[in-house]
């Protein structure tokens, strides 16, 4: 297991001095494809929420998070999820594929607050990026536990807190620890500042940094799109429900 991993398509793009593993694909897309998914993605499908907006694909989860199956709508699986599968991204999940897709949209001075997935997903999250660069900002689960983070596997020191930058039409994988030991969020500001080496744990991955640099180390927003792909654990299947309710009776 451990000797193949070094031939595994996605080594080259770990993001190096985070726990184990995000993964940073610059250019996961084309620009053709994303304008293409963003101008399929429904309009009346939008839920507000104070600081973004987001729809759930193929449906919201149910209150114990179940997925009631259903498939992905076809601009969501094409090009994308053969993508996945040749990275062989979702290929330890339940379903070997993802089920689900959250997408939120940011406008400028819009974020998330820092938060966990939990558990009602595989320890896999799938992030596409589009229409602008963001950055996501990790810290430990919880401060008082800052040294288990910082410190694990022979005490190699993990760069917590710090920033993703996700540019658009980039892949952000985040897997096992580094789904379950951090917590992600995107700042609610209008420019992300002091981008750098120091500041970026993927800045040496980044498909062009000149932007940036060229900004002053500066990221003006504008409105963004994450795709979020993840495999739903529990699915509830029509004909469940059907049998389900005849036991009931
Ligand atoms: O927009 C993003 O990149 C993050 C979204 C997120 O964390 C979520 O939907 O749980
Ligand atoms: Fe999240």
């Not at 339940?94 to 939120?104: D, F, G, R």
């Not at 430990?140 to 983070?149: A, L, R, T, W």
């Not at 920033?163 to 420019?191: F, K, M, N, W």
């Amino acid at each position: 297991m451990t000797t193949d991993s070094a031939h595994r398509p996605l080594q080259a793009f770990r993001i190096a001095g985070l726990p184990p593993d995000f993964y940073y694909i610059p250019n996961f897309i084309s620009i053709e494809e994303e304008a293409s998914i963003l101008q399929k993605i429904p309009t009346q499908r939008w839920i507000n929420l104070s600081h973004r907006r987001l729809q759930a694909h193929p449906s919201t989860l149910t209150k114990n998070n179940t997925l009631l199956a259903a498939s992905l709508p076809a601009y969501l699986i094409n090009p994308i999820i053969p993508r996945f599968k040749e990275l062989g991204i979702f290929e330890n999940t339940s379903h070997l594929q993802p089920n689900h897709v959250l997408i939120n949209e940011y406008k400028p001075g819009e974020g998330i607050m820092p938060h966990e997935d939990g558990k009602a997903y595989a320890s896999v999250v799938a992030t596409v990026s589009l229409g602008a660069a963001v950055c996501l900002s990790l810290t430990p689960k919880s401060s008082s536990d800052e040294s288990d983070v910082e410190e694990k596997d022979h005490g190699e020191k993990w760069k917590v807190p710090t920033r993703i930058l996700q540019e658009p039409r980039s892949l952000l994988i985040t897997t096992g620890e580094a789904y379950e030991s951090l917590l992600h969020g995107v700042d609610a500001v209008e420019i992300d500042e002091g981008l750098n080496p120091e500041t970026v744990a993927n800045w040496s991955l980044l498909g062009d940094r000149t932007p940036f640099e060229e900004a002053g180390g500066r990221n003006v927003r504008e409105t963004r799109i994450s795709l979020t792909y993840r495999d739903v654990l529990k699915v509830s299947s029509a004909a469940n429900k059907v049998l389900g309710g005849m036991f009931m009776r």
